[in-house]
């Protein structure tokens, strides 16, 4: 399993160097090739999804509603079902503001990934950086169930003025990129579980989450390949569209900490809020590629390796130095409370 621990330590070099060579020259010089492998995708994105959805257990994550828990949730729900598509509506018109030229199709995509749910990697970050992997973990689920109503309804009234909406093909695509796969996911689970037992389906997570990552990598190259001219000839949208995520995202955070400050939440459970304010990526892409091409994944790419992806790696530092710097405090007045 080197292969797998590989794969996930090195994920953010993988990304860049696999979208920087196939949007850089291989896109440019045999579009004709990567056009060729469009019909891969499916194959790949349910690769992404697969493994994350076996391991869901939607009954364990609500059987126990603690008072932090309920807490929690209520808060979460009210980000997700009010603040972050208000977010979305103002980022879209900032971005319309300044870039005024942008394909409708990357702005579905950078709408989408901005309305969807938790990623699968949000409670394992939470972990590294001191807070509540369990409380993450009932945030992805949660999150999961209301993108079913979240991503089009919403994506339907922030993008009607900028591009036709297909609300059949988008709940196609839902079907097809996230209830299939779930309801596939949890049924081989459940089969592993009783022929197999717990060992054995632990003994699936490493070789799932390897397939996973290989479902990713070839998502990007062949994405990237596919619009690899247009980014090529216009390199700005790229790095400004990468500086407004990461802004808007930073923001998304910001709320939830000083939200999760403002009602007395302790720092571990903080820590679990902001995490909380993340977006996966594989469901974007899917129900990007679904709805509205290949272009709009680029848009859903700006939203992920390039922004969220690398926030929720720097948070991990953040936190760790916010509770270093909490316990010499603590320390000193224990200390001078003793003289």
Not at 275 to 282: E, L
Request: no cysteine; aromatic share 12%.
């Amino acid at each position: 399993m080197e292969t797998v621990k590989f794969l996930k330590e090195k994920m953010v070099y993988i990304v860049f160097t696999t979208l920087i060579f196939s949007s850089a020259y291989a896109g440019i010089y045999h579009r004709d090739l990567f056009l060729s492998l469009k019909g891969t995708l499916p194959i790949a994105l349910f690769m992404m999804l697969f493994q994350p959805m076996v391991f869901m257990d939607m009954k364990k994550a609500f059987t126990s509603l603690t008072e932090t828990k309920k807490r929690y949730l209520i808060l979460l729900t009210a980000f997700y079902l009010a603040l972050f598509p208000a977010l979305t509506w103002l980022l879209l018109k900032f971005w319309l503001a300044v870039m005024p030229g942008t394909d409708p199709r990357l702005l579905a995509g950078v709408v989408l990934i901005s309305l969807a749910p938790l990623p699968s990697s949000a409670p394992a970050f939470t972990n590294l950086a001191g807070g509540k992997f369990q409380l993450t973990l009932v945030g992805v689920i949660w999150t999961f169930l209301l993108s079913l109503f979240v991503m089009p309804i919403y994506a339907k009234l922030i993008l009607h003025t900028v591009i036709e909406v297909p609300m059949m093909v988008l709940l196609e695509s839902l079907i097809l990129y996230i209830i299939t796969p779930l309801i596939v996911s949890q049924l081989t689970k459940y089969a592993v579980l009783r022929w197999k037992g717990e060992e054995g389906l632990m003994g699936l997570k490493e070789p799932l989450v390897g397939l996973s990552l290989l479902g990713m990598y070839w998502m990007v190259v062949v994405v990237f390949g596919i619009n690899g001219k247009m980014i090529a000839e216009k390199p700005e949208l790229i790095v400004v569209g990468a500086v407004i995520m990461n802004v808007y995202f930073i923001l998304r955070a910001a709320v939830a900490y000083f939200s999760g400050k403002a009602l007395d939440f302790p720092f571990e459970q903080n820590v679990s809020l902001v995490y909380s304010t993340g977006s996966n990526m594989t469901l974007a892409t899917a129900i990007a590629i679904g709805t509205f091409g290949s272009l709009a994944a680029v848009g859903t790419a700006l939203g992920g390796p390039f922004s969220d992806m690398l926030l929720m790696i720097l948070f991990v530092r953040l936190f760790t130095l916010m509770k270093e710097r909490r316990i010499r405090v603590e320390k000193n007045n224990v200390i001078g409370g003793g003289e």
